[in-house]
């Protein structure tokens, strides 16, 4: 069907249809053509063809590391793409302190403050494993994993000897110490503190684990690595504590942003960059200078000429600085291809990018899926 539309559009209503014109003031063209019968006068059927779609669409992996994914997802609608952006954010469940439990605290961030922090710290659990917690049910082993916290910084000690105080000096007494987020103790049996009630009774606890955590699959073997390390939670000084409980639950962004599990997702659609006409000898050195990401390069053409060439038009920031000047606006046209999207996805750490974008597939899939059972 592409090829065909090809075949029958005019090469301006083609431009039209398949790319962004960025001119130096505004883009033109920045709509996309859904209607079937758009381009009924000129015998070409719009409509979507699913068995093109499927040939047409591709994902190309350009970088994946554990934090960060780049990839090119081509041949879908822009209003897809912004689904799949819209999911991640707000819609792939994770891990995330929800309760916090505070016994003592001393220290000079407030009990509010502290327990915020601890809510933005990404807890590496695949949520896969767990349930979500239920209105009015209870913290157990399924739906809930329990952290605790107790860290202090003791005061100087001050020895006598012979009625003099010795073995005090003024640094002793400006100790600080930095309460870090690997301090964190993964508690696989739940919780530890006891509920105030009736002395007389069994001590009832905060959450009703049946079994250890550890026996259970897919959890890791050390508590080092449920949580980043480094994460700075409180500063406290000489004689001040803070000991806690924290209970995370698994929720989606759309409750609170601390259960998204990216820092950001985002998405461009692809540069192209097209030179209209020939650009040779100090011309072409004149473009390649304009161009502070360096999309254009010098050739060799022979005979001491050279002439401007388009290496890295992916590098394009839109920036216009070579068509700012009026006279270079017919030589050098700006693009951006409408079915092609560069798409970055930046984990917090709970999940790794490849795992969240699958995610995130399963979700719109779902969403379909209701949406044909519903009105089909």
Same mark, same amino acid.
């Given at each position: 069907m592409a090829q065909e539309r090809k075949k029958n559009l005019p090469d301006h209503l083609e431009l039209q249809r398949t790319r962004v014109v960025c001119n130096w003031d505004a883009p033109n063209h920045t709509e996309t053509v859904q209607y079937s019968g758009a381009y009924a006068a000129m015998g070409v059927d719009n409509s979507l063809n699913m068995k093109q779609f499927r040939k047409d669409f591709r994902i190309e992996v350009a970088c994946l590391t554990d934090e960060d994914m780049e990839f090119d997802m081509i041949g879908i609608d822009p209003a897809i793409a912004n689904a799949f952006r819209r999911i991640l954010i707000a819609e792939v469940p994770t891990m995330a302190i929800e309760k916090v439990l505070v016994a003592n605290n001393t220290s000079e961030i407030h009990d509010e403050v502290l327990a915020h922090r601890l809510g933005l710290i990404p807890i590496k659990i695949d949520p896969r494993l767990f349930d979500y917690v239920a209105e009015g049910h209870k913290y157990n082993e399924r739906n809930t994993v329990v952290f605790k916290l107790h860290a202090e910084c003791p005061r100087p000690v001050k020895k006598k000897l012979h009625g003099a105080v010795e073995g005090v000096s003024q640094e002793n007494f400006s100790l600080r110490k930095t309460v870090y987020s690997d301090e964190l103790q993964w508690l696989p049996c739940g919780s530890e503190l006891e509920k105030s009630g009736d002395s007389s009774s069994k001590p009832e606890m905060y959450t009703s684990f049946n079994c250890d955590q550890t026996s259970m699959s897919g959890f890791p073997d050390e508590a080092s690595e449920l949580t980043p390390p480094r994460i700075v939670l409180a500063r406290l000084g000489a004689g001040q504590a803070i000991e806690l409980e924290a209970l995370a639950v698994k929720g989606v962004g759309k409750t609170h942003a601390k259960w998204s599990p990216v820092a950001t997702a985002w998405y461009r659609m692809l540069p192209e960059v097209v030179l209209l006409k020939q650009i040779e000898d100090a011309k072409a050195e004149e473009l390649v200078k304009k161009c502070p990401v360096n999309v254009f390069d010098i050739e060799d053409? /022979?005979? /001491?000429?050279?002439?401007?060439?388009?290496?890295?038009?992916?590098?394009?920031?839109?920036?216009?600085?070579?068509?700012?000047?009026?006279?270079?606006?017919?030589?050098?046209?700006?693009?951006?291809?409408?079915?092609?999207?560069?798409?970055?996805?930046?984990?917090?750490?709970a999940l790794p990018p490849d795992v969240l974008f699958t995610e995130a597939v399963k979700i719109l899939e779902e969403k379909c899926e209701r949406v044909i059972d519903d009105y089909l």
């Open positions: 053409i /022979g005979n /001491g000429r050279k002439k401007a060439t388009v290496s890295r038009p992916r590098a394009c920031t839109l920036c216009r600085e070579c068509i700012r000047d009026p006279s270079w606006r017919d030589s050098v046209s700006l693009r951006r291809v409408k079915d092609h999207f560069i798409f970055t996805i930046e984990s917090t750490g």
